[in-house]
């Protein structure tokens, strides 16, 4: 089974660019999936299939997936980004989502 | 723009089932696509609980599996979550969502917060 491993928090000073990571073993052979999730709030699809973005959000945020590290990229970091950020992806063996344990992003 | 609202009890007594309806706006959910559900514990991650597939078949995340039920009310663009027997480490925020085929939970409900106690 997958276990996606997210580093529990990070924090950036506005205007910075931050990577937050979702490791597991050839994860680039899978399609990952990334949440964001503010306090009290539902979470929220920022990126799907690796790369893509839904529209409606920024394009400051940025994903890539390739060998064992997928990560979340977002530039130009606003006070508005401070959130809770989850990656997941499909395990075709037991067919069902894996989710990471999520990353909390603090702006400083 | 698809929305999802869950619905239900916040308060469950332990032993009892939780029974929670996620009402679906703009989209047909005999449409396509999947319906799911996923729950987290206060301070704590996601966990997926089952989806409910456009094909009719169910799949429930194993450590939940022997106590739940998904079901679909096409004719109120409905699906519905039981859960029996239901424990503390029961209390969550439970969300409604729609899946894309081994993608993507697309859209979320809101969520709802369901506690557990006597």
């Not at chain 1, 937050?20 to 073993?25: D, K, L, P, S, Y």
């Not at chain 2, 696509?33 to 799949?59: C, D, H, M, V």
């Not at chain 2, 699906?79 to 081994?102: G, Q, W």
């Amino acid at each position: 089974s997958y276990v996606l491993t997210q580093p529990p928090s990070v924090s950036v000073a506005p205007g910075e660019t931050t990577r937050i990571t979702c490791v597991e073993n050839n994860i680039g052979s899978k399609s990952v999936h990334w949440y964001q999730q503010k306090p009290g709030q539902a979470p929220v699809m920022v990126i799907y299939y690796d790369t893509k973005r839904p529209s409606g959000i920024p394009e400051r945020f940025s994903a890539s997936n390739s060998g064992n590290t997928a990560t979340l990229t977002i530039t130009g970091v606003e006070a508005g980004d401070e959130a809770d950020y989850f990656c997941q992806m499909w395990d075709n063996a037991s067919d069902h989502p894996v989710f990471g344990g999520g990353t909390k992003l603090t702006v400083l | 723009q698809v929305q999802l609202q869950e619905s239900g009890p916040g308060l469950v007594k332990p032993s009892e089932t939780l029974s929670l309806t996620c009402t679906v706006s703009s989209y047909s959910i005999s449409s396509g696509y999947n319906w799911g559900w996923i729950r987290q514990a206060p301070g704590k991650g996601l966990e997926w609980i089952g989806n409910f597939y456009r094909g009719g078949s169910t799949k429930y995340n194993p450590s939940l599996k022997s106590r739940v039920v998904i079901s679909v009310d096409t004719s109120k663009n409905q699906f519905s979550l039981k859960l029996n027997s239901v424990t503390a480490a029961d209390s969550a925020a439970y969300y409604c969502a729609r899946h894309r085929e081994s993608g993507p939970f697309d859209y979320w409900g809101q969520g709802t917060l369901v506690t557990v106690s006597s």
